[in-house]
């Protein structure tokens, strides 16, 4: 069932609702057991905001063959999907949006092989959008980027020396680069201007950036039950997002000792570490640094051409980067 959030925005909440069957029709695996837990993932209720971001940066391009659109709105939900299953397997999560992840219940082996699947899902879709080499290679660009990203997130595990300027390259190919993604490739599907496919870019990494900080508060500040995964898996895991990069900086006598245990934290210190993320003004100096991208946002979006895409696309971007959740 695609989110209750698109409800406001009644003409994208169809489109979405049409995307939904067809997003399940694209994925055909001979192994049904596998087959059967990424059909599950797909409709676990994921937000779909990035066919969303792409249903709705279309509109300010030209008219365009509704199929095509639609292949490409798949295109990046699909992509989407297969870096999922292959973080799930990195930060060997147990749930993804409450569902048991694939490589919990068929090993990480199957689980990779799950996502590498969906990837040719994926350029399935891209190429019932475009077929034009250039197009084709944005999409290569941006795999090679969020892969990179993600094995990048290596070197950084358990590095109490991480920097301010190591985070966001982290996050850019973890999360930001699909959003740059979605919003330039529906412009150039839909034939928009140069401004508007650059200007598209720029959207669209600034809303990612200010996403994965807002997902990385959320992680010491949320409500597991509402954000649907465990307080600090992160942590458990080695990875060190900006809330705890900028409290190392404003309490590294406190941290270190206990981020010194790496692996074998206990339950103990990691409550430990968040009351000092919290207490030292890490975490608000985190979600400063996530208000001045929503802001640069907004900016960014003011330059659009006026219509009712460009207001939808300013409440969205509210709703997004102001979420408790």
Known sequence: MVHALWRQFPRINLRLIALEPYLLNAVNLPNQPIHDKIIELLKSGGKFLRPGFFYIYSEFGEKTDPAKIKAGAAAVELLHVATLIHDDVI??????????????????????YAGDYLFTCYFTQVLKSTQEPADMKRHVDAMQIILAGELDQMKYNFNQKMTEADYFHEITGKTAELFRLCFQQSAIVTHAPAEIVKLGGEIGLTIGQAYQILDDILDYSGDPHQTKKPVLEDLKSGVYTLPLIFAIQLAPDELKPLLDKREKLSNDDIAKIRNIVISSGGLAKAVESADQLTEKAETLIGQLPEQKSKRDLQTLTRILLTRKQ
């Open 91 to 112: 930060d060997d999560s147990p749930l993804r949006r409450g569902v048991k992840t694939i490589h919990t219940q068929y090993g990480q082996k199957n689980a990779i």
